[in-house]
């Protein structure tokens, strides 16, 4: 399989910086096989970061966890330094664009399973609605209802769901080309 990938480069001259090309080997059972490109041996990692999201060879999230919450808990952080006129209207708008977006995006490929890994997402908005003056003493789930939000765990289901209606439907479908295409000369 692999030697498919070299030899498509060089039909194409496409070049790889074999430096910047590394082998994951996942699952407790796997051979771990050494890997060339070009005559280089391929260096192995335990962990990548992909697209902005961190992938381990044991299909762990919870870095991905820890780096969502990072990013999100900064921009959050900046909100409370900069915004002096809190209002539950621009709050609320603030936190949907600059804040919600860290710790949803691409959630399909990483949804946290293990508690801590939930709570810690969960723990920004937790930290939002804290933000709000008029929710200050509030439990979370009061000022959930409150802004008729819902908790970021039920977003993810909701939007699991969704991806899953729209492969059952045939709505959404990965832009694969036929194996065919590969084997072909």
Avoid at 65 to 84: E, P, W
Avoid at 121 to 137: A, N, S
Avoid at 165 to 170: A, E, G, L, V
Wanted: proline content about 3%; charged content about 25%; hydrophobic content about 35%.
């Amino acid at each position: 399989m692999f030697y498919r990938v070299t030899d498509w480069t060089v039909r194409w001259l496409m070049k790889f910086n074999v430096d910047k090309c590394y082998v994951m080997h996942i699952g407790t059972r796997n051979e771990q096989h050494e890997y060339r490109m070009n005559g280089q041996v391929l260096h192995q990692v335990e962990a990548q970061n992909d697209l902005g999201v961190v992938i381990r060879n044991d299909l762990e999230v919870s870095d991905q966890c820890a780096k969502a919450y990072a990013k999100a808990s900064r921009v959050l952080g900046m909100i409370g330094r900069n915004i002096r006129y809190r209002s539950t209207d621009n709050m609320l708008r603030l936190y949907k664009t600059l804040v919600r977006p860290h710790v949803e995006y691409c959630t399909a490929a990483w949804s946290p399973h293990y508690l801590k890994d939930k709570q810690l997402i969960e723990r920004i908005q937790c930290c939002f609605i804290k933000m709000i003056p008029e929710f200050k003493g509030l439990k979370y789930e009061d000022g959930l209802k409150k802004l008729k939000l819902n908790t970021l765990e039920e977003r993810r289901n909701r939007a699991d769901l969704i991806l899953l209606f729209k492969i059952y439907k045939n709505l959404s479908q990965p832009p694969f080309p036929s194996v065919s295409a590969y084997s072909s000369g």
